[in-house]
């Protein structure tokens, strides 16, 4: 059994900052690419960034110098770390990792289950 759980969602004002956190545990092997996607109301889920597990990371234009993506394997966690936030930004952010878990032999894709971050203009 492998899980995700986010934290650190919120409200916060326009050219605020946010930091979000995704652990993985369980019956974890290995941990290959992770990212973070957000959805909108009325919109599709849309990748905001990605990060290999060599550290190789890419962004959605409009997110680009604003967040950051990063991990640390040690803690199988990913993080986002959100500035100068905008109206725009308000959505559910999701975590996203393709994890080999024991007991299997190839990697699948887990869902955390979601965190509301909420700009204020």
């Known amino acids: 059994q492998v899980q995700l759980v986010e934290s650190g969602g919120g409200l916060v004002q326009a050219g605020g900052s946010l930091r979000l956190s995704c652990a993985a545990s369980?019956?974890?092997?290995?941990?290959?690419?992770m990212g973070w996607y957000r959805q909108a109301p009325g919109k599709q889920r849309e990748l905001v960034a990605g990060?290999?597990?060599?550290?190789?990371?890419n962004y959605e234009d409009s997110v680009k110098g604003r967040f950051t993506i990063s991990r640390d394997n040690g803690k199988n966690t990913v993080y986002l770390q959100m500035n100068s936030l905008k109206p725009d930004d308000t959505a559910v952010y999701y975590c996203?990792?393709?994890?080999?878990?024991?007991?299997?032999?190839?990697?699948?894709?887990?869902w955390g289950q979601g965190t509301q971050v909420t700009v204020s203009s």
């Open positions: 990060i290999t597990s060599g550290g190789s990371t």
């Open positions: 996203n990792a393709w994890i080999r878990a024991r007991g299997t032999y190839q990697s699948s894709s887990y």
């Open positions: 369980g019956s974890i092997i290995s941990i290959n690419a």
